[in-house]
């Protein structure tokens, strides 16, 4: 097994912190357009699951073209979209650190399982 997966572990790392960086950044935009879909879906749940979905769609559109992949980019987006979704039903209050360190083992694994296959 290469490192494929570490890899590709990294630049969905580096995805979700560029993510981060445009929400800061224009964030003017994102709140505009978070209070036009709240105003379509009438719920903060849907609104939340639209905002992950969104940026489920961003990564995998990061990723398919880093690695010339669409599968990879799809692996990915889902798995995030995944972890994401878990640890706000859970209601788990991360340090950035720890929220980093628990996306990049659990998605490092599931690549570790896809290329180990």
């Known amino acids: 097994m290469g490192l494929e ?3 590709i572990a990294v630049v969905l790392a580096l995805s979700d912190m560029l ?3 445009l929400w800061r950044s224009i964030s003017d935009f994102y709140i505009l357009f978070g209070e036009l879909i709240h105003q379509t ?3 903060n749940v849907r609104l939340g699951l639209t905002h992950e979905l969104i940026e489920a769609l961003f990564h995998f559109v990061i990723l398919s073209l880093v690695f010339s992949s669409p599968f ?3 692996v990915a987006a889902t ?4 972890i994401d979704l878990s640890h706000e039903f859970l209601n788990l209050r991360l340090t950035p ?4 360190a ?3 083992v659990i998605e490092s ?3 570790m399982i896809i290329f180990g296959i």
């Open 72 to 74: 990879i980019g799809m």
């Open 79 to 82: 798995v995030h979209l995944i």
């Open 41 to 43: 879906l009438h719920s």
């Open 5 to 7: 997966w570490f890899y």
């Open 109 to 111: 694994i599931v690549f």
């Open 97 to 100: 650190i720890s929220h980093r």
């Open 102 to 104: 628990l996306h990049f």
């Open 19 to 21: 993510h981060t960086f």
